[in-house]
């Protein structure tokens, strides 16, 4: 699998356009929180840009996404 596809598939089924779709968000922001705190603990976080190095995602935005999965599967 090409560097390409390995990215693709850890973003999973969300986009960044999905950001500008306000029907995507969650509707209980305690859940986006709580995958926030699991990510500040994983090691893939990286704390200077709140970045997942994993797929590359800025995470304070994308665990409010509700289609958004871990590449990791922890949340």
Same mark, same amino acid.
């Given at each position: 699998?090409?560097?390409?596809? +390995?990215?693709k598939?850890?973003?999973g +089924? *969300? /986009?960044? /356009?999905?950001l500008?779709?306000?029907?995507?968000?969650l509707?209980?922001?305690?859940?986006? +929180? &709580? /995958?926030?705190?699991?990510?500040? &603990?994983?090691?893939?976080?990286?704390? *200077?840009t709140?970045?997942?190095?994993?797929?590359?995602c800025?995470m304070?935005?994308k665990?409010k996404?509700? &289609?958004? &999965?871990?590449? +990791?599967?922890?949340?």
């Amino acid at each position: 699998m090409s560097k390409w596809d +390995e990215w693709k598939k850890a973003q999973g +089924e *969300t /986009r960044p /356009r999905h950001l500008l779709d306000s029907k995507k968000y969650l509707k209980d922001e305690s859940i986006a +929180e &709580a /995958r926030l705190d699991i990510c500040k &603990a994983c090691p893939f976080f990286v704390k *200077t840009t709140s970045q997942c190095s994993k797929c590359g995602c800025i995470m304070p935005l994308k665990v409010k996404l509700e &289609a958004a &999965a871990c590449p +990791e599967s922890k949340w």
